[in-house]
């Protein structure tokens, strides 16, 4: 099946900093989501990206599906940034089921 | 417009015991699906619903089972709990099936077996 891998997968930043995140797969897709999963647990959707590039606010991404990756750019970084993002993908098969990458793991000091 | 709602949000059980955990998809969403975090499995599928039929399940043993009712709500169901069942168990609701459209999720149920 489809492969899902994030990097980096932990980040360490201080506050005002820009970062990117990548997401590669093996396979093509026809769509692509971010996620930020908050310290409760909620996966908070950020981007559903199948191709082209998409901004809100601080947060953009960028999908190039024929060289099967994905980018998320977070600028000025904030604590509240912190916690882990996920990509994913949907399984081949015309299924609902997402694969998901292991995530990176963000943690921004003030 | 209201979200994905799971509940309970926490639970605490027994080896042995069995547990059922629901999740209400957002308004007009008829696709369902479930997910179980661990931190040494990372987010797994479970399984997938749409028109009260599972459409695909993922690799866990039957005592994981489900099911999706006439209004789309869902509820899945673990049986003889062990101890590494302990996770946070995440539903996700999507407009079809398909993988063609935005799934969003609930902020899930973290169930924990002693």
């Known amino acids: 099946g489809i492969q899902v891998e994030q990097s980096p997968p932990d980040l360490i930043l201080q506050e005002g900093a820009n970062s990117t995140l990548r997401c590669n797969f093996s396979d093509s897709v026809n769509n692509l989501q971010w996620f930020h999963q908050n310290p409760w647990g909620q996966l908070i959707n950020l981007f559903y990206?199948?191709?082209g590039t998409k901004q809100n606010g601080r947060l953009s991404a960028t999908t190039v599906a024929t060289e099967r990756y994905s980018l998320l750019y977070i600028s000025s970084s904030q604590t509240t940034d912190s916690g882990v993002y996920f990509c994913?993908?949907?399984?081949?098969?015309?299924?609902?089921?997402?694969?998901f990458g292991k995530g990176t793991k963000l943690t921004v000091n003030p | 417009k209201a979200g994905v709602t799971q509940t309970p949000r926490y639970l605490i059980k027994t080896r042995g015991q069995q547990v059922t955990l629901s999740c209400s998809p957002i308004s007009g969403h008829r696709s369902v699906s479930w997910y179980q975090q661990t931190p040494g499995q990372g987010l797994q599928f479970l399984f997938e619903?749409?028109?009260?039929?599972?459409?695909n399940k993922g690799n866990f043993p039957g005592r994981f089972s489900g099911r999706q009712f006439s209004n789309s709500r869902s509820e899945m169901n673990v049986s003889t709990l062990e101890l590494g069942d302990s996770a946070l168990y995440l539903c996700?609701?999507?407009?079809?099936?398909?993988?063609?459209?935005?799934?969003?999720f609930g902020q899930g149920t973290r169930l924990t077996v002693v």
């Open positions: 996700a609701s999507s407009l079809v099936p398909g993988g063609n459209t935005e799934a969003f």
């Open positions: 619903y749409f028109s009260e039929t599972q459409r």
């Open positions: 994913a993908v949907p399984a081949q098969g015309g299924s609902e089921k997402l694969v």
């Open positions: 990206i199948p191709s």
